[in-house]
């Protein structure tokens, strides 16, 4: 008779011992599963759509947005003026990726100078010290891939300066500062580029 209850018992230990692995495994697939998260919209585009938005540089035509992507990446069309650059500077956790569409983008990438002509790509991992522009004397269109998403919206910034005050406006390069310091836009300076 003692060996009914002794067996009842062991059959109930390793009833419970099988029931709370079970449930550590429940538990351990929930901690592996990624959290859910919203799926990007799905974005159709006619050419020449949307508007074209004129800023300092030129025109920024915007085709993929942090709203869209869930912040996961944006894509602007960029067109730059002749004489156009950026300043020599870096993004900490931004990465780029140029795609030549007309002219020819000049880029400093740590230190080298690239031609890049149509149909050229050029990419540009964060943290990467780095300065483009259009020194060329035809306007350069690019697309322009920003992952993660977010500054992108500092072209929309800058296309609302340039409505009230010109880049030749020595007050223009003072309030751009004072714009990308206050929304944190991931950008650090580190000097002037002189090609």
Known sequence: MKKIPLLTLVVFALLCGFVRFAEGQIESEKVRTPPETK???????????PDLIPYDAGTVRYLATSK????????????????????????NYTDEAYYVLEGVLTAKIDGKTYELPA???????????HAQGNLGKVPVKVLLTMTPAGFEESFRERAELFKTTKPDDPAFIKKRE??????????????????
């Open 68 to 91: 869209d992507t869930n912040g996961a990446w944006s894509l602007v069309e960029l067109t730059e003026m002749p004489g156009y650059k950026t300043r020599y500077h870096r993004h």
């Open 178 to 195: 004072e714009m990308m310091k206050n929304r944190n836009y991931d950008r650090e300076f580190l000097g002037d580029w002189n090609p």
């Open 119 to 129: 149909g050229s790509y050029i990419f540009i991992p964060h943290g990467t010290p």
């Open 39 to 49: 799926a990007p919209k799905i974005i159709t585009l006619k050419p020449g759509e």
